[in-house]
C-alpha cells in the first residue's frame, strides 16, 4: 500500500523564523491536502493541491506539489504563536483509502 | 452553514462493552469518514460511507463496523471494546473523496 512519511516530525522554532514540512509518498499522487490541528482541537483543512509543480500561497503559507506528484512541502515565513500545532499531509489516489501522514509538530517559542 | 456535529464529545467504557458514535455531516455532504487519533499512532482511517455504501475501509478488525443512513448522518460501532481502543474518534464530511474534509471535534473515548 502506499506509505507516506513526513519530516520533520518535531521542530521547535523561535517566533519570526521560518518554517518547512516535508511530505514524501511511495506513490504519484492524485491530489494532496494539507490539514492543520491546533492542541486539542481536529484537524482543519488549509489547502488542496491537484497539479504538477503546483505553488499555492495563503498570507504567510506557501505550498508546492512537486513535478512527479509524489512530495509536496508547506513553507512558513515568519512563524507566529498561532502557528503552532500538528501540520498534516493527506495524499489522496482514487480507489485506495485515504491516507494521512504522521503529522510534524511545530512549536513556537515567544 | 451547521458544521460536523459527533456525540457524545466524551465516554467511558469498560472492557468487552460496546460502544456506538454518531456523526452528522454538513448538509449536502454524502461522503463520511471515520478516524481513530491516538498519540502513537497519528490519524488512522478507519472506514468512509457515500450514499449508504462503505467504498472504503482501512486496516482495522471486525470489532469495528459503521453504517450511514439515508440522510448521509453515520453511526460507528465498536464492539468488544479493548483497552487499546482508547482514542479520539474522528468524523470528516465532505462532498465526495478527494475533496476536503470537514472534521467535527471528535468523541473522546477512554476504556477502564
Known amino acids: 500500500g502506499q506509505q507516506v512519511m513526513q519530516i520533520p516530525q518535531y521542530q521547535h522554532v523561535q517566533e519570526g523564523e521560518d518554517f518547512t514540512t516535508y511530505c514524501n509518498s511511495s506513490t504519484t499522487l492524485s491530489n494532496i491536502q494539507w490539514y492543520k490541528q491546533r492542541p486539542g482541537g481536529h484537524p482543519v483543512f488549509l489547502i488542496q493541491?491537484?497539479?504538477?509543480?503546483e505553488v499555492k500561497k495563503q498570507k504567510r503559507l506557501t505550498f508546492q506539489f512537486g513535478e512527479a506528484k509524489k512530495n509536496s512541502s508547506l513553507h512558513i515565513t515568519a512563524t507566529q504563536t498561532t502557528d503552532v500545532g500538528t501540520y498534516f499531509c493527506?495524499?489522496?489516489?482514487?480507489?485506495?483509502?485515504?491516507?494521512f501522514g504522521p503529522g510534524t509538530r511545530l512549536s513556537v517559542l515567544p | 452553514k451547521a458544521g460536523v456535529t459527533q456525540t457524545p464529545r466524551y465516554l467511558i467504557k469498560t472492557r468487552g462493552q460496546q460502544v456506538t458514535l454518531s456523526c452528522s455531516p454538513i448538509s449536502g455532504h454524502r461522503s463520511v469518514s471515520w478516524y481513530q487519533q491516538t498519540p502513537g499512532q497519528g490519524l488512522q482511517f478507519l472506514f468512509e460511507y457515500f450514499s449508504e455504501t462503505q467504498r472504503n475501509k482501512g486496516n482495522f478488525p471486525g470489532r469495528f463496523s459503521g453504517r450511514q443512513f439515508s440522510n448521509s448522518r453515520s453511526e460507528m460501532n465498536v464492539s468488544t471494546l479493548e483497552l487499546g481502543d482508547s482514542a479520539l474518534y474522528l468524523c470528516?464530511?465532505?462532498?465526495?473523496?478527494?475533496?476536503?474534509?470537514?472534521f467535527g471535534d471528535g468523541t473522546r473515548l477512554s476504556i477502564l
Open positions: 470528516a464530511s465532505s462532498v465526495d473523496q478527494n475533496q476536503p474534509q470537514h
Open positions: 493527506a495524499p489522496f489516489n482514487y480507489g485506495q483509502n485515504f491516507v
Open positions: 493541491l491537484v497539479k504538477s509543480g
